[in-house]
Nanobody, 121 residues
Framework: QVQLVESGGGLVQPGGSLRLSCLAS????????MIWYRQTPGKERELVASITTAGESINYADSVKGRFTISRDNDKNTVYLQMTSLKPEDTAVYYC??????????????WGQGTQVTVSS
């Protein structure tokens, strides 16, 4: 029932920008922390950014600080990742997931298809 649908990826040159979107359904979006991850073949999945229910707390991986911005629209059940100054090392499949803000709940077991971001000249 939980669905997480990522979109917005593509091919971009170094220094370029992309905005990723994740449309969520099947759970109470307003009560969940939303999280962006990325994964490259041969590497472990990396947490990129997270945002609490009203945007009161935002965290980024050191590798993307100052370049990426996470935001959410609770009326649209959507979380965004605005990526600027993209680098080749940002190339990955990007996924979103969620966890309850209150309590001990983990992220959902099922993952969406993800969206491919390729940064190359």
């Amino acid at each position: 029932q939980v669905q997480l649908v990522e979109s917005g990826g593509g091919l971009v040159q170094p220094g370029g920008s992309l905005r990723l979107s994740c449309l969520a359904s099947g759970f109470n979006f307003r009560r969940f922390v939303m999280i962006w991850y990325r994964q490259t073949p041969g590497k472990e999945r990396e947490l990129v950014a997270s945002i609490t229910t009203a945007g009161e707390s935002i965290n980024y991986a050191d590798s993307v600080k100052g370049r990426f911005t996470i935001s959410r629209d609770n009326d649209k059940n959507t979380v965004y990742l605005q990526m600027t100054s993209l680098k080749p090392e940002d190339t990955a499949v990007y996924y979103c997931n969620a966890r309850p803000q209150v309590g001990l709940g983990k992220t959902f077991n099922s993952w969406g298809q993800g969206t491919q971001v390729t940064v190359s000249s």
